[in-house]
């Protein structure tokens, strides 16, 4: 095992791993930040979505011995008073059934509107395709999307 030094939400870390030792691992049992969930673990569903300076990437496929000069951000490090506009448009829109997928729905979303800040509906339908939702709660995550664009404005 190799110790590696990261930065997390703005702070930085030391964390002993192997070398293909998946950030979501170390996220989850290292640091204690279980709000990136374990999905499926071949990045396919989005669950474990985390920013790496700045753009949405899964973290079950990412080894963590690859990231020492990477800002990471989880969704516990997206907003310190946790009133993101994509938060707070996912709280008013009461987007969350069972909420497993929302954080890396919450990820993907707040990365995706940096980049195009005034999104249509195709855009965020695109955007937001690779993120799996169990409860099939896409139409009220394609609203949330659309009034975080608006409250980001």
């Known amino acids: 095992m190799a110790s590696y030094n990261l930065k997390i939400n703005g702070k930085k870390v030391s964390v002993k ?33 985390v920013h790496i300076d700045g753009v949405a990437t899964r973290s079950c496929l990412l080894p963590a011995s690859r990231l020492e ?9 997206l907003s310190e008073d ?14 969350p059934q069972c909420g497993y997928c929302q954080a890396g729905q919450i990820m993907t979303a707040s990365s995706f509107l940096k980049q195009n ?15 799996l939702c169990r409860c099939a709660s896409y139409n009220r995550i394609e609203k949330a999307v659309a009034l975080a664009a608006k409250k980001m404005s």
């Open 82 to 95: 946790k009133l993101h506009p994509v938060q707070d448009a996912w709280k008013e829109l009461d987007v």
């Open 69 to 77: 000069d990477s800002e990471i951000t989880t969704i516990e490090g």
């Open 17 to 49: 791993a192997d070398s293909d030792t998946p950030l979501l691992w170390v996220l989850r049992d290292e640091l204690d930040l279980v709000g990136t969930k374990f999905g499926c673990g071949i990045g396919q569903c989005g669950a474990c979505t």
């Open 117 to 131: 800040p005034n999104p249509n509906n195709q855009d965020i339908r695109n955007a937001m395709h690779d993120n």
